[in-house]
């Protein structure tokens, strides 16, 4: 069974803090790796793509890949209340399906 | 704008009847796929398509159907087969495997 495992929280930090978000996978065939942000009510929304190991930075957010221990992270700086949300972590297990396995979500909150 | 358009975004169900959703796409995707989100819960996939003409079963088909007859459309019927029927249905579509997929707004699905 793929499973894609993430800590419900709620992950509480002030504005400003860093905001550390993690997520691991069972699957060591995985190929792609996403994040998306879903504010209450609302649709997913994808913030963050990563393919290969190592970091790659957007703006406040920085997606980290560790292939080999089977984990994937994402980093907000300069946290905002705005950024209060559920995370999503998604994995392609790859084939031609091109199927996402979703996380839970992670709850942030941030306060002001 | 390109984008992933649902209607209706609220639906009321009554006992014994099939109700249909819709999901329009003007992002020259390939492929579309429709979830289902219940609180607390992750993402669970229903249906998914690759191509026009073709598609395949998720993990929680049973008591829905779906048919993709132009690139463009995926509709999603539910049948009067799917006792539990509440929930929020996303759509979403790609480019294909590998690619993150973009979802559209929801649909509310409540039981009258």
């Known amino acids: 069974q793929k499973e894609v495992e993430q800590n419900s929280g709620p992950l509480s930090v002030p504005e400003g803090a860093i905001a550390s978000l993690n997520c691991t996978y069972s699957?060591?065939?995985?190929?792609?790796f996403f994040w998306y942000r879903q504010y209450s009510g609302k649709s997913p929304e994808l913030i963050m793509s990563?393919?290969?190991?190592g970091d790659k930075e957007d703006g406040r957010f920085t997606a980290q890949l560790n292939k080999a221990s089977q984990y994937v992270s994402l980093l907000i700086r300069d946290s905002q209340p705005s950024d209060s949300a559920t995370y999503l972590c998604a994995v392609n297990y790859g084939g031609s399906q091109g199927n996402l396995i979703f996380g839970k979500g992670t709850k942030l909150s941030v306060k002001p | 704008d390109g984008g992933i358009t649902q209607s209706p975004k609220y639906l009321f169900r009554k006992e014994g009847q099939n109700v249909t959703l819709s999901c329009e796409q003007n992002l020259n995707h390939d492929a579309m796929y429709w979830y289902r989100q219940d609180p607390g819960q992750g993402l669970r996939l229903i249906y998914y398509s690759q191509i026009v003409n073709d598609f395949q079963k998720g993990d929680i088909a049973e008591g829905y159907s779906v048919s993709r007859e132009k690139k463009e459309s995926f509709p999603l019927t539910v049948t009067s087969a799917q006792k539990n029927p509440t929930a929020f249905y996303l759509c979403a579509s790609s480019f294909g495997s590998n690619q993150p997929q973009h979802f559209g707004d929801g649909t509310r699905l409540s039981i009258l």
């Open positions: 990563i393919y290969s190991n």
């Open positions: 699957d060591r065939g995985s190929q792609s």
